[in-house]
């Protein structure tokens, strides 16, 4: 099992960036990681994927160019850069957590751990 805690949300203005982080717990390394987030009112959406090395890497389209996600098996911690911000992206961003072996999942259901969420608000 895997315990994650995401980290590093905020209030910025639009064009802004941040780094959001996830700190896991357990067998961090044989884990791929996942972002996603969810809006008021709306289904929790697909942002970016990692697969256990870092080598491989699957976006949102909305999020592809602006978005980065990247791992430290080291610090057992998974990163989500953020660029370009905008209103819309506003929303609550999980992390979550599914064995290697299943990397490449879009949707909330591919993935077996979630942290509690961070909230991102980008203002105009």
């Known amino acids: 099992q895997v315990q994650l805690v995401e980290s590093g949300g905020g209030l910025v203005q639009a064009g802004g960036s941040l780094r959001l982080s996830c700190a896991a717990s357990?067998?961090?390394?044989?884990?791929?990681m996942g972002w996603f987030r969810q809006a008021p009112g709306k289904v929790r959406e697909f942002v970016a994927t990692i697969s256990t090395s870092g080598i491989n890497r699957l976006y949102g389209d909305s999020m592809r160019g602006r978005f980065t996600i990247s791992r430290d098996n080291a610090r057992n911690t998974a990163y989500l850069q953020m660029t370009s911000l905008r209103p819309e992206d506003t929303a609550v961003y999980y992390c979550?957590?599914?064995?290697?072996?299943?990397?490449?999942?879009?949707?909330?259901?591919?993935?077996?751990?979630w942290g509690q969420g961070t909230q991102v608000t980008v203002s105009s």
């Open positions: 979550a957590a599914v064995a290697g072996s299943r990397f490449g999942g879009r949707r909330p259901g591919d993935y077996d751990y």
């Open positions: 357990g067998q961090f390394s044989s884990y791929a």
